[in-house]
């Protein structure tokens, strides 16, 4: 899976890329006092409803004690689903790799404590590691709506083999579990 990176004032994104991004949008961003969340296709159908994926992303930042905060601490998250060709370009740009990955995490705080945060999910990588591992595709695709949202919560592990055994992945699962 894809890691995290944060992004600095000179991100080679030039800000939010869900607003500049040709894609299909869900039409009302999930909100709360403290988290927006949004849903959006790169030039590629959702492969799960904007409602399902905004309540994972709320489940695990309510589980993780980020709903608590205070209204100062604003998070903003895009959840932006891409094809193998724009995930590859990213996985190139941010790590180096080319050849197109599952998830791509990306965090921005703010000074007052705030965050915005993007996710890219390839649905195309995903079906094919649903096929390969005997899971159903929708189970994969909320995995990976829970890694993205635990990187942007600071969560890692390991580039490794080892990663699955990592403490993330452990908590990772556990959501799945409650929310696939």
């Known amino acids: 899976?894809?890691?995290?990176?944060?992004?600095?004032?000179?991100?080679?994104?030039?800000?939010?890329?869900?607003?500049?991004?040709?894609r299909r949008s869900s039409a009302t961003p999930g909100r709360s006092s403290q988290l927006?969340?949004?849903?959006?296709?790169?030039?590629?159908?959702?492969?799960?409803?904007?409602g399902r994926v905004r309540r994972v992303v709320r489940?695990?930042?309510?589980?993780?004690?980020r709903?608590?905060?205070p209204p100062s601490r604003q998070a903003d998250v895009s959840i932006v689903f891409v094809g193998p060709a724009r995930?590859?370009?990213?996985?190139?740009?941010?790590k180096r790799h080319d050849r197109a990955t599952d998830v791509l995490a990306f965090t921005l705080h703010s000074p007052g404590g705030g965050l915005?945060?993007?996710?890219?999910?390839?649905?195309?990588?995903?079906?094919a590691a649903a096929r390969e591992h005997g899971v159903p595709a929708q189970e994969e695709l909320v995995r990976l709506v829970v890694h993205g949202t635990l990187h942007l919560l600071g969560y890692d592990h390991p580039e490794s083999a080892a990663r699955t055994r990592s403490p993330m992945w452990r908590?990772?699962?556990r959501f799945v579990e409650a929310l696939a």
């Open 59 to 65: 489940a695990v930042w309510s589980a993780e004690g």
């Open 87 to 94: 995930m590859r370009l990213l996985n190139r740009a941010w």
């Open 1 to 22: 899976m894809g890691s995290r990176k944060t992004l600095g004032g000179n991100s080679r994104l030039g800000g939010s890329a869900t607003r500049r991004l040709g």
């Open 171 to 173: 908590r990772q699962e």
């Open 67 to 69: 709903a608590a905060e």
């Open 116 to 127: 915005t945060g993007e996710v890219y999910i390839c649905a195309a990588i995903a079906r």
């Open 36 to 50: 927006t969340v949004r849903v959006a296709g790169d030039r590629v159908r959702l492969p799960l409803s904007a």
